[in-house]
Each structure stands twice: as C-alpha cells, then as structure tokens.
C-alpha cells in the first residue's frame, strides 16, 4: 500500500509513521511527504530519509479551491492508497475531500467528538474533563467530524497546561496513528457506503 502523508509542522505523526513503514512486514511504504508551506520542519527529516518531498505554499493560490486542485494533483503523481493528514493544518474543499473518500484519514488531538478545531489542550483543560487524548478518523467535509478508527487516551492532572498535556497526547498519538494506519493498510478497516467504519471481524 502506497501513503502520501501531508504536514505543515514539525512532522513527528510523520516520522512514528515512517518509522513503522521501516519494519518490513509492515503493509504500506511512503510515496511521499506533501507539506503546506515550504518551511515545515518535518520536510528536512523525510528527505534525509530519502523519502520523496513537495511543498506547495498555499499563500501562493488565489482561493482554497486553486490550491486543493493543485494539491490533488501533486499527490495523484505518487498515486497513493491513502493520504494521511499528519498536522496538516489546512481545511479541505469538500471537492478534495470527496475525491479521496474513504482513503483520507486525519489525527486530532482530542478524543472526538469533544473539542473538534484548535487549541483543543486548552480546551480540554477549561471544561476540566479528567480524560483526554487523540483520534484518528476518516475525513468528510465537515471539519474534525469523521468517522473514528481510533482513539487513544491519557490522564488530565493536577497542575497540567496545555504544553504537559499536549506532550501526553504527542506520545499516544504516535501510538495510535501507526496502529490505525496499518489496520487500513491490511484491509482490516474501511469506509461503507454509509459513512461507517467496517472493522473486519465485526458482526
Ligand atoms: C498533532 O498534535 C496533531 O494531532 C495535530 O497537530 C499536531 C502535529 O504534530 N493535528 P506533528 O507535526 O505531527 O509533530
């Protein structure tokens, strides 16, 4: 199975991913990384990787719907499987989103359907729930609302910011993102018609 995994930051969902893909009876190879401006960190690492790299700066396209079409077409050339948003910080045209249903999948870090958008640590630390994490969905067209292929959790405690709890929910999404990833790519999890996950082996 072929991933083209798109960033905009630092990359760390990116490197646990590759890092897994490097284990080889792992089901999935990268094609290549994508990024949404040309300054994102993660570029450098997956290039010394040897791993196929692009940025399209989005500043440079006049509307989101020029710069979704551009970015479609530079991830078809590496014709992935998938296409895993890993930081990608960008909202999607529903014209994108459509045209890779049911192979593009996001992480959040929130345990959704709580805290879908930004600054979800805070927010997650002002409505004082005691548990918190990440979660790996499919994407629709409506932002941080598709269906759940995983999730992972962690303790909010005492005397946490939004920084301590960020690096909690780093840890398990370099767990969950991985194991969510290669259920895909092993066919295990797939998108139905209906917009529910299908886990095979489920009744
Ligand atoms: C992660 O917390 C991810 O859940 C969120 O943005 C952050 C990206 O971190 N969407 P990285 O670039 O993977 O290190």
């Known amino acids: 199975r072929r991933l083209v995994i798109l960033i905009s930051g630092r990359g760390s969902n990116m490197q646990a991913l590759a890092e897994a893909c490097r284990d080889e009876c792992w089901p999935a190879e990268i094609a290549a990384v994508i990024a949404s401006r040309p300054d994102a960190g993660g570029l450098e690492w997956a290039a010394a990787q040897g791993i196929p790299t692009a940025a399209l700066y989005h500043k440079d396209y006049a509307s989101r719907e020029a710069f979704d079409t551009a970015l479609a077409a530079e991830i078809d050339r590496y014709a992935p499987d998938y296409v895993i948003l890993a930081g990608f910080m960008r909202v999607l ?11 593009l999948v996001n992480i959040h870090p929130s345990l959704l359907p709580a805290f879908p958008g930004l600054h979800t640590h805070a927010q997650a630390l002002a409505t004082g729930v005691r548990v918190h994490g990440c979660t790996v969905h499919f994407v629709t067209p409506v932002l941080d609302h598709g269906p759940i292929i995983a999730q992972g959790c962690v303790p909010v405690l005492a005397g946490d910011t939004p920084e301590l709890l960020a690096e909690r929910v780093l840890a398990v999404e370099h767990q969950a993102f991985p194991a969510a990833v290669r259920w895909l790519a092993e066919g295990r999890v797939t998108l139905t018609n209906d917009h529910r996950v299908a886990v095979q082996g489920d009744p």
């Open 93 to 103: 045209t529903p014209g994108f989103v459509n045209h890779y249903a049911g192979r």
